[in-house]
């Protein structure tokens, strides 16, 4: 079975501060995804990453950053955490783009007050 | 420009009924489509999908129907299930993007 995890399910950060998310999966996937999920707009693209240290802007790229140093690790970064970022966050990995299947990771609430 | 739309927030239905889940998209070039359910805090898990090639696809209890022409597809559920209650997200891609255009969810409650 594929698994995909999340470094954490709740997290409370401050406005300004620097926020890590990370992601791992195990199934020697290419491509990481981070979206996030927001009530009444459905789950958003935010990076993903088709390749180590390879990465494409998705539709909301403002306000982060990604990091992939390795296949099985896919990070997101808010380097500037604000209120609007209040967000359940999201990872995903699949084998091929576009016409496979992703696998989605628990998700962190991530709560900027 | 919301490019895969799902009108309906909410649907309730009785169980062994059947569910029926609409999803609108406005890009011709998507050629393949998913739907996935979400369960509260959980992450999405896949459930069917289907390739722009064909009108449906079935999968035991799970129908996906493509309109090409009214660039609209629904899932069909039946019988609906009380296990089923959940988000349902609709989702597309076009081959020369790799990106999933995803809706904004509909929420299904299968009464028992």
């Known amino acids: 079975d594929v698994k995909v995890t999340q470094s954490s399910r709740y997290l409370v950060k401050r406005t300004g501060e620097k926020v890590f998310l990370e992601c791992v999966q195990d199934?020697?996937?290419?491509?990481m995804f981070w979206y996030r999920q927001d009530p009444g707009l459905g789950l958003r693209l935010i990076y993903f990453?088709?390749?180590?240290?390879?990465?494409e802007k998705g539709d909301i790229p403002e306000g982060y950053s990604v990091s992939r140093e390795k296949k099985e690790r896919f990070s997101l970064i808010l380097e500037s955490a604000s209120t609007n970022q209040t967000s359940m966050y999201l990872c995903?990995?699949?084998?091929?783009?576009?016409?496979?299947?992703?696998?989605f990771g628990p998700g962190t609430r991530l709560t900027v007050t | 420009d919301q490019q895969v739309k799902q009108n309906s927030p909410s649907l309730s239905v009785q169980e062994g009924r059947i569910s029926i889940l609409n999803c609108d998209y406005t890009?011709?070039?998507?050629?393949?489509f998913l739907w996935y359910k979400k369960y509260p805090a959980e992450g999405p898990t896949f459930l069917i999908s289907?390739?722009?090639?064909?009108d449906k696809n079935e999968d035991g209890r799970f129908t996906v129907f493509l309109n090409k022409s009214a660039k609209h597809l629904s899932l069909h559920i039946v019988p609906s299930q009380p296990g089923d209650s959940a988000v349902y997200f609709c989702?597309?891609?076009?081959?020369?993007?790799?990106?999933?255009?995803f809706g904004q969810g509909t929420t299904l409650q299968v009464k028992p």
């Open positions: 995903a990995s699949s084998l091929a783009l576009g016409w496979d299947e992703q696998y």
């Open positions: 199934m020697d996937h290419e491509n």
């Open positions: 990453s088709y390749d180590v240290k390879m990465k």
């Open positions: 890009n011709s070039m998507f050629d393949y």
């Open positions: 289907i390739s722009s090639i064909k």
């Open positions: 989702a597309a891609s076009s081959g020369n993007t790799g990106k999933l255009i």
